[in-house]
């Protein structure tokens, strides 16, 4: 059997199985003090149960480097085993890909364009709002392009996917949403929009705003978040700005560990996936 097809299956059960087995971890987050601080926590949360797989899959990778090109044959027991996981990732590619299909709607505003983000504006809300008001909205979406929210919001999606049916993933996409609408108002007042002007700007536009696109930043939300964003808006703004810890550390980290999982794999793969086979 090929190097790479073997590679393929080990992949989808070892790390299908890591997957399933972090995605219950916890999705609570307490109310931010300041939000643009939350909505960094609440994404690291969203990707922490894949850093297991990822360390699994390192490891396999340091194991195909000494493999030779035609490997052992993957036991019919972990063949079958590793057929539900490609599944629910074929099904997860599936939804991300409906995702990005254009819809029959018109958004009255919103950040849309994975490389490219752009801002959309429908001649509706520019009807219904004053002068304050569209820059408001222009700055809030501003904000959302400033950091390719688009593309984050569609590779959260597919991270929740790719945990499913677990539902707490889908509670910590939905926390990481709503951190992220109030970390772009709170960027938005920062650049000095009045929270007030912002608040009626949101309540304008979600009686305008149908459905939006998974792929695309909008001004929206249910009934109790909105609630609390207005309440938010029209409290005095926190003068201290946030504190910017740099990612560059983390990322260093996060790349040395995958890189000794790397390592142990291309010293001790073999034996393990033996023991593996042997086993099934």
Known sequence: MDREL??????????????MACAPWATDLPDPVNAISAERQAWRRLWLPFVPALLVLGALAGWAINEPAAAERVPNGLLWAAVPFGLLFFRAGLQVIRGLCPKRYELSAATVGLFRPRIVISPRIMESLDATGLRAV??????????????RLWLAQLATEMLWPWPAPVARLVCWKRMLELARDEEARRHGVPG????AAILTSLRLNSTPQRASATLGGDQAFVQQRIARLLRPLD?????????WLRLGAFALIVGLA???????GEQVVRALFAFA
């Open 6 to 19: 073997v590679l393929a299956i080990l992949s989808s059960l070892l790390c299908g199985g890591a997957l």
């Open 262 to 268: 790397i390592v142990a794999g291309n010293t001790f």
């Open 196 to 199: 007030p002007d912002l608040a």
């Open 239 to 247: 003068a201290a700005a946030p504190v910017k810890h740099s990612s």
């Open 138 to 151: 222009v700055e809030h979406e501003k904000a959302h392009a400033r950091h390719f929210d688009p593309l």
